[in-house]
């Protein structure tokens, strides 16, 4: 005859428990002492385990359901026996009573169904997966019942999705070779990103922050970065590709910024009031001058384009942005800004954030000035860059150790072109 | 009286530290080991998703956390996502509670007297919070607890702040409660302490708190370990 598989008590005080995972299917061999399922309670979890031996013939109680103490989760019994005629039927608890199932998987019935035939149907069983392998999935979009399981009975965790990312080609977003056309759609929900709720320590700087200095409290971080290396890169560079587009300054400040912010994505960030928002990929807004203001066209990507897809690209918005030609997506989904002034011999100055945006860079003139080179004073090329930090999004030390990476890409072409 | 092993591990990866626990508690739980043990660590910064974790409470997906030089784990204890890092003391009792009381609620209680009693050292009013299993200190959490139940045999345990910067815990929603300030023995005590020597002083008060809750004579004599009939677990 047939045994039930009772909700236990883990404490004379407990009422009921939740029921969160099954460790045998259903039509599973159990044997005594076997660990049939997992509940939890407050902040514990205890092993349910089998007081008799044969197979699990029904599961009644799903995985996630809270149940009361005492109340039946299941039987354990011979295959073929029938569980309707004995004594108590074990339907009546599931069809009205209080299990309550969490979250029914499509494609499984809404209610368990009466168990007359105990033996287990494979076509009906849920998608098992860990809650990490299941928070991968939602994050990439993929589909876990075309996954396959290597867990605990066929149970998917999360090495069976870095398999599956694996043997993914290389349609990956991950730094693809450039190719000259993106087709980049415009920023939106559903795109790369990940919202963080402020934790208590981020509600009160920000609160705090902005009292004292506006609505976006803003502090500065300014290094100066020697250019003599980049000069004698760009130049080989531009002489190697005579026939092509010239590469500037601007370009390789753009890329470098780039990449530095994939390097930081504590930088690469949007402040949203409630959280804060990190973006996966890079789009630098580039200030433009036009006659009676600026705008800020965006290079999408910019991380993953080459020097001279840069140029091009900043180029040809540049001269609409000028006649007024962009587009309003062209101009909108920025991750970080850039403003550079060294062309009017600026040497350093402050730029104002680009809100939602945590930060702004802004890039002064190259100029020759004397530094100590090796304990010596030589005449250098030197470059001033300014970065403005949004003090809610990205403290001191996060924007320093961002702006000494940019450094680092600035002063070693080499490091930039990894 | 009976004795609890004290297991000093120093730093020790979780991944680790979690076979031995795994490995103690099957072997109490067979009756190799006879007698209750207290593993205490210290863990590189680590995120483990306990069996309520809820999707909300790990606003960063797993790739994100670990290019941030985070490790994560998937663990059977109860409770929802938590940080361990540098500088928070983390135990990991494994007892029998057929010698104690077979009650999983009691055994929660316990641990949080055990460390309310250990902040006492440091004149920290340290707390329960009815319905959120924990200990608190004005309304901020001071440690966590989590535990896991194999045949009445306990593992998992209880993660107290010492002189962590709790850095950690920007990136997980402890234990699925928003809002939740963390804090550390170091800064509620307000003492400019020697650090060391504040992390000497916590071990020594959640020992001697652990031997009067459950009423455990605690010992470090490696003696003890060579009664069991098996080999002693720590040759790793």
Redesign the interface.
């Known amino acids: 005859m047939a045994t039930k598989i009772l909700m236990e008590a883990l404490s004379p005080t407990m009422e009921e428990g939740r029921l969160v995972e099954w460790k045998k299917k259903e039509g599973d061999a159990v044997a005594l002492g076997d660990v049939l399922a997992e509940v939890e309670t407050d902040k514990a979890v205890m092993e349910i385990v089998a007081r008799s031996a044969g197979t699990l013939l029904k599961q009644i109680a799903a995985a996630g359901a809270t149940v009361p103490v005492s109340q039946l989760v299941g039987w354990i019994g011979q295959p073929g026996e029938a569980l309707a005629d004995g004594a108590p039927a074990p339907t009546a608890a599931d069809a009205s009573g209080p299990v309550v199932s969490a979250a029914p998987p499509p494609g499984t019935a809404a209610s368990p169904k009466a168990a007359a035939t105990p033996a287990s149907d494979p076509g009906s069983s849920r998608v098992k997966a860990s809650p990490l392998a299941r928070k991968i999935a939602a994050d990439q979009g993929l589909n876990l019942a075309s996954v396959a399981g290597s867990g605990p009975e066929g149970r998917i965790i999360k090495r069976d999705l870095d398999a599956v990312n694996a043997a993914r080609p290389a349609s990956a977003p991950s730094r693809p070779s450039a190719g000259p056309s993106w087709s980049v759609s415009p920023a939106g929900p559903g795109l790369g990103y990940t919202d963080v709720p402020l934790t208590q320590i981020r509600k009160t700087i920000a609160k705090r922050l902005a009292q004292s200095i506006g609505p976006i409290p803003t502090f500065y971080l300014t290094t100066e970065v020697d250019m003599e290396r980049m000069w004698e890169a760009r130049a080989s560079l531009n002489a190697a590709g005579e026939d092509q587009s010239k590469i500037s300054f601007n370009d390789i400040i753009m890329k470098a910024l780039a990449t530095a912010l994939i390097e930081h994505p504590a930088c690469n960030a949007w402040w949203q009031d409630d959280h804060i928002r990190y973006w996966n990929d890079v789009h630098i807004s580039m200030a433009v001058a036009i006659p009676d203001g600026l705008i800020t066209p965006v290079i999408r990507h910019a991380d993953r384009k080459s020097l001279r897809q840069i140029g091009a690209e900043a180029k040809e918005l540049a001269g609409r942005a000028r006649n007024r030609k962009l587009m309003p997506e062209e101009y909108t989904g920025g991750t970080f800004s850039i403003s550079n002034l060294g062309m009017f011999d600026i040497d350093e100055f402050t730029a104002v954030i680009n809100p939602p945006e945590a930060g702004i860079l802004a890039v002064g003139r190259i100029a020759e000035r004397p530094a100590v080179v090796d304990g010596a004073i030589a005449i250098r090329r030197r470059l001033r860059l300014t970065m403005s930090c949004d003090h809610r999004v990205i403290d001191g030390a996060t924007g320093a150790a961002f702006l000494k990476t940019l450094k680092l890409f600035l002063e070693n072409p080499l490091a930039l072109v990894w | 009286m009976f004795p609890l092993g004290i297991l000093d591990l120093g730093r020790q990866r979780y991944g680790e530290t979690l076979d031995l626990q795994r490995s103690l508690a099957k072997q109490r739980v067979s009756g190799a080991l006879d007698h209750d043990v207290l593993l205490l660590v210290e863990h590189p910064t680590v995120v483990t ?5 809820k ?2 409470s ?7 956390l670990e ?1 941030r030089g985070m490790e ?1 784990y ?1 663990v ?4 929802d996502a938590t940080v361990h890092e540098p500088g928070q003391l983390v135990g990991y009792p494994i007892l029998d509670l057929h010698r104690h009381r077979q ?6 209680r316990q641990l949080e007297a055990v460390l309310i009693e250990a902040l006492t050292a440091f004149d920290i009013p340290a707390e329960r919070n009815p319905g959120l ?2 200990v608190w200190t004005g309304g901020r959490k001071i440690a966590s ?7 009445w045999v306990t593992l998992h345990g209880f993660a107290l702040n010492v002189i962590n910067e709790l850095k950690g ?2 990136w997980v ?1 402890p234990c699925g409660i ?4 963390m804090t550390s023995v170091a800064r509620e005590a307000g003492r400019s302490t020697d650090q060391l020597q504040l992390w000497n002083e916590t071990k020594d008060a959640v020992i001697g708190a652990m031997g009067r809750q459950f009423d455990l004579a605690p010992t470090r004599d490696p003696e003890l370990w060579t009664t069991p009939p098996q080999n002693p677990p720590l040759r790793q």
């Open positions: 998703l306990g069996r309520g974790t999707a909300s790990l606003p960063l997906s797993a790739a994100q290019a994560v998937e059977e204890r109860g409770g009650d999983l609620h009691w055994y929660l299993t924990g607890i989590g535990i896991h139940v194999k045949q815990f920007d929603v928003s809002g939740v300030i």
